[in-house]
């Protein structure tokens, strides 16, 4: 068993089940459906797109997604531990923004910027956690307000236009190019890496993750419950802000009004992802594996010659087909469950 | 020396509801204590008030004769309490040693050391005879051997005191012989038990002492040694009761349910009932039983309209309803007290009083140009409450608030006051207590007398025995026999029951196993897409 709990990194064992033969392993379409729905997405671009298979493209995949799948984990620790955190996207732009005003308006050193932005975003998060957690008020509402109100008190503060002049160390560490890829890819691989340990191997983890699947069954087994939905608020701020420093890296300037382009492909990615490797639990693999997915279709349409409008209908589509797919899995896995003797 | 536990003067109020009266416990080292009640006498408050769940509004507990104050689970686990529920709290998803050390796990550096947590649990288990597989998920075991994980995940806690919420209601009688054996064999490590329960039987054989609850106050202390069956239920129920029930003869009428030939296969293709055949008349009580898992929850379903046969005629006074959608069975006469009375009798959040209309909506008395005509739904939903003694605040409040046999006496008074021609019944009196049981089996045969025709299964053979006209043995998934209820036996049926013809010694009931139940919906809600 605690072989197979590394399932996550060791794809071909499968969890709790009599050991396949690998092969037999990766056919297992219910774990890996999407991946063979995303090879097949491949395959079809290339066959209709004569420039979609080329090493910039996936370079362009690889290396853009990676302020995407920092928020999208955010949102996968917020759900692990039974919270919706809608004010991501807008705690991302709003760091964003704040590192760069503060560095060049300001004059902060780079270093204490970005300790002094993580600071703050860990302190917005324990706000919600005492909104929600102490007073009671649903997460999705209390995020819904609070990060709606930061964008808007950073936005009266800094101006909504995008803002450029970070200082330029900032931008050459974060596209650092290693082995072909910037380096930010490489930072969200180590914070997925670093998010999968702690949740899976370390006490704390599990605690986490079972008070959100079952908070009752949690505290009387002597968890403080409170503290846990307390802890996904402040790390899925936490890891927000950092996704927000990051873009800054990448792109070397804050732009406010892209904050709302990241809500909806996090969330869809959080459930797409659920649907694959563990299918029924929210994973970090899976969110890789979704928000890959999500952005090759995405690439594949805009070569096509769609562009904008697309966007929308295909993170929308998937949103939902991700949270009906979620629902027929708990479905077949109550009615094979039920009753079999 | 101190007592293990102390109590004095606890008190719980649910608002005009007193749960709790001002209750005092004495509990000492090395003794099994009983806590017996009625359904609603304020045990399980109690209970829960000493493991941290709920906070008293008055009284204090003392352990070892330090006061103590427990202001979440989390706090009385550290003070050596640990608690089974009456419902299971634990992580289907989970393994069996992820479970019992979940939130304790051992580690090695910053990492579960699952080695060692494994091991841990398996020694515990081996110390008490509490045979587990520890690798096996919890949501593949059946009932009882979850329990033996919940008790052994108190015990890794280290629990000093063990409360055990009538942790027999759901096991078959051999696993409550093997739970007995448990018990002694933690006392004479020097633990503690609080062990609640309603049954006899069971309170007089494994306890030292007992405290009766009544009301939600204690109505007597005794020791088991020198107290009798009739003083318990005496402090109880406050009378004298006797299960030995008077069944009149009543003529049956015409044949009301006529079931032919019919058979119920499981998702997976294997056969759950094959080829049964029954009538049931006016007039007639018919009881079914069997060892659970063989195929009566199925058959049962499928005449009620929840499962889908695979073949056969089910027929109503001459109708043919095998086709039929559970609602429309109903409006052809077919009332159904389901086993499950928690997820499939009743809606929690809701309130007494629309449970109790549930299905009786669109009466023309409760209507008047499609509303709902809420002040007579109520007075109604009153009356019936006043009729069946239902122990609850008023018509308004929840029925998740309910005890077991308090939401057993909801459903049993919606399903007899639809006046239908057939009553199923499918173990209308597990895990109520005494005076309810006496209660709904006399509203049973009242109902027979009027000359509804109903059926009857159960897992209690005595009650088969006691209120059936005719009975059914069925046996994986075969109706193997067919007797007037003066040619039955508890031996004859016990034989038949395990497969036997009837004529031998019963032989053990041995390898047949009830089903898991379905996984909880709480393992199915949003944030566990
Ligand atoms: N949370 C609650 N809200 C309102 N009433 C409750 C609540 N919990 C229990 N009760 C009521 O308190 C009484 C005692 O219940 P309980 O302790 O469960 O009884 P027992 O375990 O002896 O059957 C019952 O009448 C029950 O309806
Ligand atoms: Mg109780």
Known sequence: ?341 | MAAALEVRGIVKRYGALVANAGVDLVVERGEIHGIMGENGAGKSTLMNILYGVTQPDAGEIRLGGALVRLRSPLDAIRNGLGMVHQAFRLFDSLSVWENIVFGREPVRGWVVDGRTARAAVAELAERFSLSVNVDARVGDLSVGVRQRVEILKALYREARILILDEPTAVLTPREADALADVMRALVADGRSILFVTHKLREVLDVTDRITVMRHGAVSARLETARTSEQEVVRAMVGRAVSLDIQRPDVATGDVVLEVDHLSVKMEHGHSAVSDAGLTVHAGEIVGIAGVAGNGQSELIEAIAGLRRHAGGTIRLRGTEIGGLSVGARRRLGVAYIPEDRATVGTAGRASASENLILGFQRRREFQRWGHLLHERVLGWAQRLIVRYDVRIRDAQTPVDTLSGGNLQKVVVARELEHQAALIIAEQPTRGVDIGAIEFIHRKLLEERARGRAILLVSAELSEILALSDRILVIYEGRIVANLPSREASEERIGSLLAGGSGDAPPVEAGPLRAPSPAPSLSDAKLRDP
């Open chain 1, 1 to 341: 068993m605690s072989q197979n709990q590394s399932a996550e990194v060791a794809i071909a064992i499968p969890e709790s089940r009599p050991r396949l033969n690998p092969l037999a392993g990766l056919l297992d379409i219910e774990r890996f459906g999407l991946i063979y729905v995303w090879l097949l997405l491949i395959a079809g671009y290339s066959l209709f797109v004569p420039s979609f298979f080329s090493v910039s493209t996936f370079q362009i995949v690889l290396g853009s997604q990676a302020t995407q799948i920092v928020i999208t984990l955010a949102v996968v620790v917020a759900l692990l531990g039974g919270e919706f955190d809608l004010s991501v996207a807008n705690v991302m732009a709003v760091a964003a923004t704040a590192v760069v005003t503060l560095n060049t308006d300001y004059a902060w050193p780079i270093g204490w910027t970005i300790l002094a932005v993580i600071a703050a975003a860990l302190a917005f998060g324990a706000l919600n956690a005492f909104i929600s957690v102490r007073i009671g008020v649903p997460s999705i509402i209390t995020t819904l307000g609070s990060g709606t109100l930061l964008m808007g008190a950073a936005n009266g503060w800094a101006g909504s236009a995008p803002r450029a002049g970070v200082d330029q160390r900032l931008i050459d560490l974060v596209s650092l190019d290693v082995l072909g890829a910037p380096l930010a890819i490489y930072v969200t691989f180590a914070i997925g890496i670093g998010i999968y340990y702690v949740l899976e191997h370390t006490p704390a983890g599990r605690a986490f993750v079972f008070s959100g699947q079952n908070a009752e069954v949690a505290r009387l087994a002597g968890i403080r419950v409170a503290r846990m939905r307390s802890a996904s608020l402040i790390w899925s701020s936490l890891l927000s802000s950092v996704a927000g420093i990051l873009l800054v890296g990448i792109t070397g300037a804050s732009v406010p009004a892209v904050a709302s382009g990241y809500l909806l492909p996090a969330f869809a990615g959080a459930f797409l992802g659920s649907t694959v490797i563990r299918p029924g639990r929210f994973n970090v693999a899976g969110v890789f594996i979704a928000i890959y997915f999500l952005v090759t279709g995405v690439t594949g349409l805009q070569l096509l010659g769609y562009t904008g409008w697309v966007n929308d209908v295909f993170y929308g589509f998937s949103l939902v087909l991700a949270v009906v797919l979620t629902q027929l899995i708990a479905k077949s896995r109550r009615s094979s469950g039920a009753r079999a003797p």
